[in-house]
């Protein structure tokens, strides 16, 4: 496996070589491209994610899968003339008339590794992202869905050329070898644990990275919200596709005093929104299945109260201890730790005590707490008053900052991820700057002493 890799790898390599600046129909082609092959397998694609899964919200998969990649294909075709137009930047006065400028472009072959819980959107949007900076890409889809990997094979090979995308099956072995060839990027999403093995075999190559990962996002419920729409939107974030999503709320912190009202407000939310299996989303497979359920068990065994009203519903753990698996893991699945406070600052505090996460919810209009979450806490994003939706803002970076990720993409920050942003410096045909050339006058050590 690993000699085909390098040979298409080399074909690749050699595709950038003969056109290493790709024009703009260039790219929007490819971009329209994608969007083609979105557009006109929706119905393959759904029955494919849904295959994976064993069920899902057909109505999840448009949103999340469908037509989230081809939002994000309008707004890269609609703004990737102005992104690869080079732009002055200035010149100290003592350097005039020279010029400066900043030119982007392609950094050649990227690598992307996409995981299971998006399968489509999740192997695609950082595609348009790299397809829009002029780059070709090698996708290695995950093993876990393997009937949307299988899609993406036949549809990649339809619509493009090996040399312009060429996706990779297989299994972990396969994502080892794919990590450790020469990329000139390479972008993981999925956990904390393989993306530092995805990090040190790139490491040997010199080839930076972009980790999309995860962790514990919290939301913050304040006294001052209304608390049957701050549940919803709670509910609705963890629920959604079986909150096997990496910007789920992984936690809620609420103070003490409005402890029970929230814990009823969101029990109201989960039966309004999940009353039965219809609309929920399975676990991927079943090991993922008893690991999210012995969490709730071992909550059970040690006393937690546990409201839960079924495997298609969020399961509501009161006060969890510390030591729990469910306050040291990922969930990664339905189960919703509701943790009370004291105040607002002490929630701050159980924030900051934590590794930083992808998200942080703050339900709120309290402007001086909005101020003092976003100057105190750090974060992948900030959001306030909702769950999710901000990953649906194409012209927001998406990443994470520490374990929860490195790097971002998305809209402009996506091309500038993958262009390299060079310098351009012209000096002017008769330039004073020449008097800075040896021999040294004396007037020009006055001058610099002068600052």
């Not at 912190?253 to 989303?281: F, G, I, M, W």
């Not at 999710?388 to 991820?417: C, K, N, Q, W």
Request: with cysteine.
């Amino acid at each position: 496996m690993k000699h085909v890799l390098t040979d298409s790898f080399n074909a690749q390599r050699h595709a950038v070589d003969q056109t290493p600046f790709p024009p703009l129909s260039v790219r929007r082609s490819r971009l329209l491209r994608l969007a083609h092959m979105t557009r006109r397998h929706q119905h393959e694609i759904v029955r494919a994610i849904q295959a994976d899964f064993g069920h899902r919200s057909e109505v999840e998969i448009r949103l999340a899968e469908i037509n989230a990649v081809l939002q994000a294909v309008r707004h890269a075709r609609l703004h990737v003339w102005h992104w690869m137009r080079p732009w002055r930047v200035g010149v100290p006065w003592r350097l005039l008339p020279a010029r400066a400028r900043i030119a982007p472009q392609p950094l050649g072959i990227v690598g992307v590794i996409s995981p299971w819980n998006y399968p489509w959107s999740l192997a695609l949007m950082p595609i348009i992202d790299a397809f829009a900076a002029g780059n070709v890409v090698m996708l290695k889809p995950s093993e876990l869905s393997p009937q949307t990997s299988a899609l993406l094979a036949r549809l990649a090979a339809q619509y493009f050329t090996p040399d312009e995308l060429l996706v990779v099956e297989g299994d972990a072995r396969v994502a080892q070898a794919f990590s450790s060839l020469p990329f000139d990027h390479l972008i993981f999403t999925g956990s904390t644990s393989v993306g530092r093995l995805v990090a040190r075999a790139a490491a040997a190559n010199l080839t930076p990275v972009t980790l999309e990962l995860g962790g514990k996002s919290p939301a913050l419920v304040a006294g001052d919200t209304d608390m049957d729409k701050a549940a919803a939107a709670i509910i609705f974030g963890k629920a959604f596709n079986g909150g096997q999503t990496c910007l789920a709320p992984d936690y809620v912190l609420v103070e003490s005093r409005y402890l029970d009202r929230l814990v009823s407000a969101l029990n109201r939310a989960a039966l309004k929104q999940r009353p039965d299996s219809r609309e929920a989303t399975d676990p991927i497979n079943n090991d993922h299945r008893q690991r999210v359920e012995s969490m709730l068990e071992e909550a059970r065994d040690h006393g937690c109260r546990v409201i839960d009203h079924g495997s298609y519903a969020p399961a509501l753990v009161i006060d969890p201890t510390q030591k729990l698996r469910i306050m040291r893991e990922e969930i990664f699945g339905r189960c919703l730790p509701i943790i009370s406070v004291k105040h607002m600052e002490a929630a701050i505090e159980f924030i900051n005590a934590r590794p930083h996460a992808l998200a942080v919810y703050a339900f709120t209009d309290n402007k001086a707490l909005q101020s003092r979450l976003l100057h105190a806490t750090r974060s992948g994003a900030l959001v306030f008053n909702d769950t999710l939706l901000h990953h649906a803002v194409p012209a927001l970076p998406f990443g994470g900052i520490g374990e929860s990720g490195m790097g971002a993409y998305h809209g402009r920050t996506g091309f500038d991820r993958f262009s390299h942003l060079r310098s351009l410096f012209y000096q002017a045909k008769h330039a004073p700057s020449r008097v800075l050339q040896p021999p040294y006058r004396r007037w020009l050590l006055k001058l610099l002493r002068l600052g």
